[in-house]
């Protein structure tokens, strides 16, 4: 029998029984959109979190720490016996990782910044303006820092925020910062007295005051980064020791005034971040990534979703059963015809394909339909479920469910495969149906 | 002369739990290519037996089937399906025309299964149906004609895709008089014009003379075998 006349012959049988092909397939609709919306939703849950992830900051960039974790204190000269620098060798042996874009130590610092009646309270971010541009820092207004700059800033997207007026705050009235992060005068100073006379006998060092010339300003709505004030990190580095100096804060130790706290290190894209964050870690350094968070989140998200998926799969598991009651009923139906068409030369293969070729179109069929259910449903979550649907954990304005393209195919292999593994049985039995038998019952 | 089926010491034994029920025993015959033989014999007697025997459709308990060169009880299920399709042809006492299917579609099925185009099958479907009488039912679905017009529609069905061999059980056992004459003739001429060795299953002592050898069954085992017309005739 050649394909044609088999889809032919199956179309044929299956309209034959309208109402149960009807009622078959209606079940695997319901079994394929059920696995489908539930899935959705886990995906859903998973973009949430990614979106909120993101907000917290970049989730791409590595934080490393100076290793104080693992091997043996070495009693004779108090230090690790492993441990390792976090100096500027460690940094460029970061930027040779496969996948790192960039790396740049970390300094940082506190003070305060004044602007005309305007104070703020500021974290001070050395990094390396030559690599800034390779981290994700989105520029609001004006540009990221440069080589070459010197008492550049660029301020983070909430500073505006942090400012305020002294004076008035002390009358007890509270006027929303009006200053202009790009065009204000802006002064750093280690001095957080905030011009407060100094008590009496009181000795305050004499710190230095900084012009700062601002070159940028970054997008709001990254937690990371909002509060914070970038500059150059040679500059930081050396207004650290004229505070230190001013201080009259012991010099340090010639040999340690390379070593950084912090470093951060870029990785090319979010699925490589795991690898190196194992490499830095193997050679004794502490680190930390966002992606971290996201392990955990994907894992958490994943339990949710099998869980979800399950649920679904319980009443595809009952379409599944379905398919196979119908097509066995189908076999008692038509006992005779196969044993004629067996007589009359049809061969096993022919009727076991005919069998399961039924039983994949109910399938097929069941699992398109079933795509439709679900986009509906998804729409209708995503439309009118979010009131319900904020209240366990879901970000505000992010889509509760989510279908991704590949789902749409997964789920049409799968309800097809579904439907022929159900027709299997069947089909067997109906290949070893006795052609003489059969053609014996009435 | 030709011989073309072979039974050699063929033997059927049915088990009914503990009971053994032997419906064949020691069966040799030799049927001869073109020839017209009638199986006679009481209800019970293992008519139906033998021919489903010979036509692949039972495997004997013990013994040979040889037809041309094939031995019909070493053969697989697909083996056979292949070799009914292509050999044999089948009529049936209650007609077994599938029930969905217009007469046309029923004719020509057993073409389906030979990968015969639509085309083709429905155009030699239609002529086989015009030449048993039913060029103007081409359309009627079992269930809209007579006993006598759908064992015509069987007949179509068994000739249409010119079988060497056509077997049919009691073609006639659900027809009136009239109705089984016009059958039978139909079904000899048809053998006769196409060359095609015809083995017919029949209590009817009637019928019977209708064949060109009548073997009588009883009780399993060949009791007579009766020349009606001689061998040189056929041969
Ligand atoms: N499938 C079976 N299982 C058990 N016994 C069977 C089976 N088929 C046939 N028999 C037995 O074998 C014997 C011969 O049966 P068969 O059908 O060949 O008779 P028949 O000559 O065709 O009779 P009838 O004229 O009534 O059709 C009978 O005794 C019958 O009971
Ligand atoms: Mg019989």
New interface residues.
């Given amino acids: 029998m050649n394909r044609i006349d088999l889809i032919r012959m199956g179309l044929k049988n299956l309209w034959r029984r309208k109402l149960r092909t009807f009622l078959t397939i209606l079940g695997v609709l319901i079994g394929t959109s059920s696995i489908i919306v539930m899935l959705s939703i886990g995906f859903g849950m998973q973009e949430s979190y990614m979106g909120m992830l993101s907000r917290m900051g970049d989730l791409t960039t590595i934080n490393v720490y100076k290793g104080y974790g693992g091997g043996y204190m070495d009693a004779s000269s108090g230090r690790k016996s492993n441990e390792v620098k976090l100096n500027d060798e460690a940094i460029e042996n970061f930027k040779n990782i496969p996948h790192v874009v960039a790396a740049t130590p970390l300094v940082e610092t506190w003070g305060m910044i004044v602007s005309g009646k305007n104070m703020a309270y500021v974290t001070l971010k050395g990094i390396d303006p030559n690599s800034m541009q390779h981290f994700e820092y989105k520029i609001a207004e004006g540009r990221l820092l440069e080589p070459g700059d010197n008492l550049a800033v660029v301020f983070g997207g909430g500073m505006r925020y942090n400012f305020y007026n002294e004076r008035d705050l002390k009358r007890g009235i509270y006027t929303p910062p009006d200053v202009d992060l790009m065009n204000d005068r802006m002064v750093f100073t280690f001095d957080t007295s905030g011009g407060y006379p100094a008590m009496p006998g009181e000795q305050r060092p004499r710190y230095k005051e900084y012009n700062l010339k601002v070159v940028g300003v970054l997008q709001e709505g990254n937690w990371d980064t909002d509060y914070s004030v970038f500059m150059p990190i040679d500059t930081v580095q050396k207004m650290i020791k004229e505070k230190e100096k001013a201080e009259n804060y012991p010099q340090q130790n010639k040999s340690k005034d390379n070593e950084y706290e912090t470093a951060l290190v870029k990785v090319d894209s979010i699925d490589h971040v795991e690898e190196v964050q194992q490499v830095i870690t193997d050679s004794g350094y502490n680190a930390y990534s966002l992606s971290d968070s996201l392990k955990e989140m994907k894992k958490m998200s994943s339990t949710i979703q099998a869980v979800l998926g399950g649920i679904g799969a319980i009443s595809l598991l009952v379409a599944a059963i379905g398919i196979t009651n119908t097509m066995v009923m189908s076999i008692y139906e038509r006992t005779k015809e196969i044993g004629i068409m067996k007589v009359i030369g049809a061969s096993i293969r022919d009727i076991k394909r005919l069998f399961l070729f039924e039983s994949a179109l109910i399938g097929l069929l069941g699992g398109i339909f079933g795509i439709g259910m679900s986009f509906l449903l998804s729409f209708g979550l995503n439309h009118f479920g979010s009131g319900f649907f904020m209240n366990v954990g879901f970000e505000p304005g992010s889509k509760i469910s989510i279908i991704p393209i590949w789902v749409v195919f997964a789920a049409l292999a799968f309800s097809t495969f579904i439907g022929i593994l159900s027709g299997y049985y069947p089909a067997r039995r109906a290949m070893k149906l006795s052609a003489i038998e059969a053609i014996r019952t009435e | 002369m030709d011989e073309l089926i072979n039974l050699k010491n063929v033997r059927k034994v049915y088990r009914m739990g503990d009971e053994k029920i032997v419906a064949l025993n020691d069966i040799n015959l030799t049927i001869y290519r073109e020839e017209f033989v009638c199986l006679l014999g009481t209800s019970g007697s293992g008519k139906s037996t033998l021919l ?1 025997l010979m ?1 692949g ?2 495997k004997p308990t013990k013994g040979e089937i040889i037809i041309g060169k094939h031995h019909i009880e070493k053969m697989n ?2 083996q056979l ?2 070799f ?3 050999h044999i042809g ?1 009529v ?1 006492q209650s007609y ?3 029930p ?1 299917l217009s007469a046309l579609e029923n004719v020509s ?2 073409l ?4 015969v ?2 085309k083709v099958r429905e155009k030699m479907a239609k002529e086989m149906l015009v030449a048993v009488g039913l060029g103007n039912r081409l359309r009627h679905k079992p269930s809209e004609m007579s006993g006598g017009q759908q064992q015509r529609v069987s007949i179509a ?1 068994a000739f249409v ?1 010119n079988p060497e061999i056509v077997f049919a059980d009691e073609p006639t056992g659900n027809l009136d008089t009239k109705t089984t004459i016009e059958v039978m003739d139909l079904i000899t001429d048809m053998a006769r014009e196409h060359k095609q060795t015809l083995i017919i299953v029949t209590h009817d002592p009637e019928i019977a003379p209708y064949g060109d050898r009548i073997i009588h069954l009883r009780d399993g085992s060949i009791e007579k075998i009766v020349q009606n017309k001689k061998k040189e005739d056929y041969a």
Wanted: glycine residues 8%; positive net charge; charged residues 30%.
């Fill in positions: 489903n036509a459709l039972e299920e697909k399906a292949k009914r399709q292509l089948f049936f077994n025309l599938i969905t099925l057993s389906t299964f030979r990968g185009p639509k069905r895709g």
